[in-house]
């Protein structure tokens, strides 16, 4: 199933959470936000979030500093 | 108007400093990024803030903060306030010494138009993020200043319309990456940039 992930087409095996995403890449949920469809997402809802054909998904990781 | 505001007069048109001097500023985080925000939006005409950190200045805080040897001890957001008044004394500021966790932190920042995040840490990066992504106001974000090279440049990256962060995105700070003056303070600038470009041509 294709989405767009961070601007690129991304395949991913059917609609799966953003939880299961993250799993999926070895993403470091820590210190990511999502965006999914254009709405930032809290942690707590990535669970629940199910991905669909063609959602968009903005992963943004920060650094520490400032 | 002041002596101050009047000087901004040669820089801008009534109309551009009246935008500037509506508009509500925000600012989490009192340190490396935040002094130097407050800097920049201070002497961009910019007076009605709202400022927050738990923090007092110690002595390593200096070689990239915008404070003074004689202030070491003193609170980070009070000094701030104190620099904020140095440079416009109309300016209006609300000042929070208060550490922001998931618990406190709706409690601020409830009118401001822009929202700068300054934290020195990932996490509480992502907290305000989570917090306010969704508010409709605008986020000026950092992340990615550390370090002495300049091989990865800090930049400003437009996520949305409402959502900017400003650094290098990779370059975290660390023993081989300290927080340094040059890329701090450049990246504070540019989140300021930000700030002003969108007061005044809505963009």
Not at chain 2, 102 to 110: A, G, M, P, Q, V
Not at chain 2, 147 to 160: A, F, H, L, M, P
Not at chain 2, 178 to 203: D, F, H, Y
Request: proline share 3%; aromatic share 6%; hydrophobic share 40%.
């Amino acid at each position: 199933m294709k989405i767009i992930l961070n601007g690129k087409e991304k395949d991913i095996p059917g609609p799966i959470s953003i939880n299961d995403l993250f799993s999926l890449l070895k993403f470091d949920p820590s210190k990511a936000v999502v965006e999914h469809n254009r709405k930032i997402l809290k942690q707590d809802e990535w669970d629940r979030t199910v991905l669909k054909k063609n959602d968009k998904v903005e992963v943004i990781s920060f650094v520490g500093g400032g | 108007m002041n002596e101050f505001e009047k000087g901004l007069l040669r820089h801008f048109s009534i109309e551009k400093l009246s935008a500037i001097q509506k508009t509500r500023i925000g600012i989490a985080g009192c340190g490396g990024l935040g002094s130097n925000i407050a800097n920049a939006m201070a002497r961009s005409g910019f007076r009605d803030f709202e400022i927050i950190d738990h923090d007092v200045i110690c002595a390593s805080n200096l070689n990239r903060q915008n404070f003074y040897l004689d202030e070491i001890g003193s609170s980070k957001a009070e000094i701030t306030a104190k620099r904020l008044k140095q440079v416009n004394p109309d300016i209006s500021v609300m000042v929070h010494k208060q550490k922001l966790d998931k618990n406190n932190i709706d409690r601020y920042f409830k009118d401001r138009d822009i929202i700068f995040e300054a934290f020195d840490n990932a996490d509480a990066k992502k907290l305000l993020l989570e917090t306010f992504g969704n508010s409709g106001r605008l986020l000026i974000m950092g992340s990615g200043m550390a370090g002495i090279g300049n091989k990865t440049s800090i930049e400003i990256n437009k996520v949305n319309d409402k959502l900017y962060i400003v650094g290098d995105m990779k370059t975290d700070v660390g023993k081989e990456n300290p927080p340094l003056a040059p890329r701090v303070i450049a990246c504070a600038a540019l989140m300021a940039s930000v700030a002003l470009e969108n007061t005044v041509t809505g963009k």
